[in-house]
Structure formats: structure tokens, C-alpha cells
């Protein structure tokens, strides 16, 4: 930070002579470069001094300074003058007729005309930036009490009966899709596949993506996105409670997980300076101002915010570093006219989003469709933001089923380590009254066997939670397949039918033979697929138009 002299540089001696007023102290230099000097040195000879002067302050100018301080000293020139006033541009023979210090129009002027702030341009990684700072020498001076300032209540409006008519309770619903992920993610060893996630995917508010990037966060998936065998073990193995914590701390201290480049549709054309982590804490220290027990209005949050506390997540105003960019217009959001679309759009997603999928905070709407524009902390937030896991009512005691078509249905409380097993031996169907369906197939079974899975494993746990015995026509099957593999398979052929032997015969005799599989009558036979067109040409060839079943056209 610049030294207090040179703070002074700019200022003429009319100017230093309202500072030493303002110190009470008696200025006697006969001109200006003596002056800086001597103002200087009578300033920071005296700390008594500057601490009476700051106690006297009001409690507006006070907080003022803690900002500063909270700040490394510094924050971008627009930033401080929006928080707390401008100072009027007047030259010195305006200025000392009409004393604007006696008289200042905002918190501002008047720190400025105390030569407790100064304004310049300061380096930073956007450049040159101007900035409004505290000079150098001053900072140990000023008194303690302004670098343990309390938090400002943030101001926001209280959301209406009519703005949360439809609320959304927190759930911990996040448990079984991470489950279902981690199954996904094993059996394909690593590759999200979408088409056996959509089966169970309509009920996910979470991205696959982003669920991903939290478990490894968590450390239960390696770099690759496979499952680490104990951590994942571990974390279904966990009671339901233990586990929606481990996530929420893995969120809370993460500095991959990166919230503002998961916004749908945000992306950063290349790197830009800034850490996920304190970002995340920045955020989450303004909200925990609110009172807890009240339903607040988003939108009226973020508008609050920006007047208040709108550099909460680039303290040093640098809006020109990030090179973000809205893939749904196309537009390059750089400067702070681009705020609501990205520190809006943060504090929007973090609240509808991360906080809500973990048990923090509910939310609620005008109506059922309506965006979600409403919320409160959960009565899970005290333990979840401190690591701990909250009181639940439920615990995973039901049981999965298996039928005697080979269906298998897991309710959502079974145990996700018994579900977690089940899915890798099964093709997945969709969820059914809140209760997860799969089959057993060959092929499902194969690829089983092929991760090293041995059919008794399922049986075990199927035998486990299950007071009734299998049903024997499913075990006899599994056996069989077990002991000869698939013994019974279906084909989709085309079937050409002919209105004579003699057809067929000269047929089989022509080029087409090696497109015809096995006879199955004396006037039928069967097409290989993708032969159709090559076998019509072949009987145009021979003087036989042919006709296709509505169902081939």
C-alpha cells in the first residue's frame, strides 16, 4: 500500500491544513512539500491520537475502515463509493469557500478529508485499477476493535404467504442418486453412460456431472471418476445421516468443487483468478446474517446484496479479470454492469442448488411450476454446516424383492449397499412408487461376472434382507445360467416366403445363397440382416418381383 506521504502527494497546502485541522493538529510549514512532511510525521507520532479520533467517529465511518481493513486495506474506488457515498470533484478556490469538510455529504468525504483514505491506481491482475486504501502506516495504528467488527445484518424482505403458498422440504434424496451413480460409474468403469442413468434420472434435480464432481470431492471417486472400493464401501455402509453429512462437509471445504463454472450455462473461456473455496465461504458468511427461523424472498436477497455487500465474492472489484460467458446469449460478462449475471447467478444457484441437494435449505414457490424464489434454512442447517449429522427419522431397514419373472424391486430404504450390489448384476427400469426396478438377463449377468462378481454375492444379499424364501423358479434359472450359460435366446429375423418350392430352390442356387440363413419350411426362409435390399435385387435378377410387409417399409 502507498505510504501516507505519499498519499499526500496530490493535495495542495490548502488541503493539508483542513487534514490537520481535522487531527487538531497546528500546521505551521510555509509551504506544501514541508508540509506533507511535517502533517506526516505528526500523525504517526501519536497513536493515542488516532485511536480518539476513530472511538469519536460514527459508527457508518467506523465500518467504513473495517471493510478497508477487511480487506487488506484496498477495495476498487466504484466498490467504496457505492457502499458509502461519492466526494464532490470541486478545485481548491471552490473548496475553500465553501468548506465541504465541515459539511460532508457522505462517509467518504469525510474519511478523505481526514487523510484517512486516499485514492490511486494500484496494480492488480486486471491491470492497473483505481482503488480507494487505507496509506500504509496507518493500518497499525488504527485501533483493534474496527478488525472485529460484527457482521452487518444483511437487509432483505421477508418472503410473503403468496411467495411460499408451495414449499419444497429438504430430503436427503441425494444419498440414493449418488448410489445409483456409483453403480453407473463402476459398471462402466469410470464413462457416465446416459442411457442407463435415464431410466432412474427423472427424479434427479442434481446433474450426473455435478454429483460426480461432489463424490470426488469426497474423495469416494478417483480421478478417472471409478469408485474407490473402501471409501465408496464406507460411505454406503454409512448411516443415512453420517452419510449426507460427509457430503455436505466435502461441499463445505472443497476447493475443486468449483460453483460458478457448474452453472449450466456459464462457462470461462480460460483461466481467471479465483478460489472456489473462499467464494463459497464468502457467500455463506453473508447468508448465515439472516435470521433462521424466516422464509426470505431470493430475489429480493440478491438485489440486497448488490447494494450492500456486492463484492463479496471479488473483494478487490477486480470485474474485469473473469472472462465469463453466457452460452445462452453468446455474451461476454465482463465488468460490474454484468453483476446479477454472475454474483446473482451465483447466489442463486448455491441457494436453489448445492444447499438445497444437501439438507441445508428449503425451498418455496408462488406455485407448483413457478421458479423456486423462496427459502429458509432447514432445521438440519445447524448440524450440516458444522460438519455433523443431523437427526433423522428413518433408517434404511426395507427390503428389496425378487419375483418369479426375475424383477427385482429395491424401496428406496433398503440398504444403499444392498442396492448398490444389486444394480451391478441388473439391467435398470425405471423407479416404481418410490422403489427401483431391475432385471437379471444374460448379458446384465455377464457383465457382471466380467467385473469379477459371482451370482452367489447376489443371492447372499437378496437371502439377507428377505424373511420369505426365493421364489425357486428364479433360483433354478440363475442356476442354470450359472452352470451352461444362456441356453434359450430370441432373433428378429426377416422371413421371406415364396409361393413355390421350385422358388426357393433357384433362389438358394443364385447369388443370394449366402445372404439366406437356415430354411424353415419348404417355401420360407430366413434373410441375414441388413441382406433385404441385396436379396430383392438378386430376385429382380431372376425375373421375381417381391413385396414388402408394411412393417419393413
Not at 474519511?111 to 485514492?119: E, M, Q, S
Not at 448488490?306 to 452460452?327: A, H, N, V
Not at 437356415?518 to 434373410?527: C, D, E, N, R, S
Amino acid at each position: 500500500m502507498p505510504t501516507l506521504l505519499h498519499s499526500l502527494q496530490k493535495h495542495d497546502l490548502g488541503h493539508l491544513h483542513i487534514i490537520a485541522d481535522g487531527w487538531d493538529i497546528a500546521l505551521q510549514a510555509p509551504d506544501v512539500r514541508q508540509g506533507r512532511k511535517e502533517l506526516t510525521k505528526a500523525i504517526l507520532a501519536d497513536r493515542a491520537r488516532v485511536t480518539e479520533l476513530v472511538e469519536d467517529m460514527a459508527a457508518e465511518e467506523q465500518a467504513a475502515l473495517a471493510d478497508l481493513l477487511g480487506q487488506e486495506g484496498q477495495i476498487a474506488w466504484h466498490l467504496f463509493t457505492q457502499q458509502y457515498g461519492h466526494i464532490r470533484e470541486i478545485g481548491p478556490g471552490r473548496r475553500d469557500r465553501e468548506q465541504p469538510h465541515l459539511n460532508p455529504i457522505s462517509t467518504t468525504e469525510r474519511l478523505w478529508y481526514l487523510g484517512l483514505i486516499a485514492r490511486d491506481f494500484l496494480d492488480s491482475a486486471a491491470g492497473p485499477v483505481e482503488f480507494a486504501y487505507i496509506p500504509d502506516e496507518l493500518i497499525p495504528l488504527l485501533p483493534a476493535f474496527l478488525r472485529t467488527a460484527p457482521q452487518k445484518t444483511l437487509l432483505s424482505r421477508p418472503a410473503t404467504p403468496v411467495e411460499r403458498a408451495y414449499p419444497f422440504p429438504v430430503n436427503d434424496h441425494i444419498l440414493d442418486h449418488a448410489t445409483s451413480l456409483l453403480a453407473a460409474l463402476r459398471m462402466a468403469e469410470g464413462k457416465l453412460d446416459p442411457n442407463l442413468l435415464e431410466a432412474q434420472r427423472q427424479e434427479w434435480p442434481i446433474p450426473p456431472d455435478t454429483l460426480a464432481a461432489l463424490l470426488r470431492s469426497a474423495g469416494i471417486l478417483d480421478e478417472q471418476n471409478v469408485p474407490r472400493s473402501d471409501p465408496t464401501r464406507d460411505f454406503l455402509e454409512a448411516p443415512r445421516a453420517e452419510a449426507l453429512a460427509q457430503l455436505a462437509a466435502a461441499w463445505l471445504s472443497s476447493r475443486e468443487f468449483d460453483d460458478l463454472l457448474l452453472i449450466p450455462h456459464l462457462i470461462a473461456d480460460s483461466e481467471f483468478p479465483h478460489s472456489p473455496l473462499e467464494m463459497r465461504q464468502s457467500a455463506l458468511e453473508l447468508l448465515r446474517s439472516l435470521p433462521a427461523d424466516q422464509w426470505w424472498r431470493l430475489p429480493a436477497l440478491i438485489s440486497a446484496v448488490r447494494t450492500q455487500q456486492p463484492s463479496f465474492l471479488r473483494p478487490k472489484g477486480d470485474y474485469d479479470t473473469w472472462y465469463l460467458k453466457d452460452i445462452r446469449s453468446n455474451q461476454y460478462l465482463r465488468g460490474i454492469e454484468y453483476w446479477e449475471q454472475v454474483e446473482g447467478e451465483y447466489l442463486r444457484y448455491l441457494i436453489t442448488g448445492p444447499l438445497h441437494w444437501l439438507g441445508m435449505v428449503e425451498l418455496a414457490a408462488s406455485q407448483p411450476d413457478a421458479p423456486r424464489e423462496a427459502f429458509r434454512f432447514s432445521p438440519w442447517f445447524p448440524q450440516l454446516i458444522a460438519g455433523q449429522p443431523p437427526a433423522f427419522p428413518w433408517q434404511e431397514d426395507q427390503s428389496p424383492t425378487l419375483d418369479s419373472q426375475g424383477q427385482i424391486l429395491v424401496p428406496r430404504l433398503s440398504p444403499r449397499a444392498a442396492r448398490y450390489l444389486i444394480a451391478r448384476f441388473c439391467e435398470w427400469g425405471p423407479i416404481k412408487r418410490g422403489q427401483y426396478s431391475y432385471s437379471l438377463t444374460p448379458s446384465s449377468l455377464r457383465q457382471a461376472e466380467a467385473q469379477g462378481l459371482k451370482l452367489k454375492h447376489l443371492l447372499g444379499v437378496l437371502q439377507r434382507y428377505n424373511s420369505s424364501p426365493l421364489p425357486p423358479n428364479t433360483l433354478q434359472a440363475l442356476k442354470r445360467w450359472q452352470d451352461h450359460g444362456t441356453q434359450i435366446s430370441f432373433q428378429q429375423s426377416v422371413v421371406l416366403r415364396v409361393n413355390h418350392p421350385a422358388v426357393l430352390e433357384k433362389l438358394q442356387s443364385s447369388p443370394a445363397k449366402r445372404f439366406l440363413g437356415a430354411p424353415l419350411g419348404p417355401t420360407t426362409i430366413t434373410v441375414s440382416p441388413g441382406a433385404l435390399d441385396k436379396v430383392r435385387e438378386i430376385l429382380i435378377s431372376l425375373g421375381y418381383l417381391s413385396e414388402l410387409d408394411s412393417s419393413l417399409k
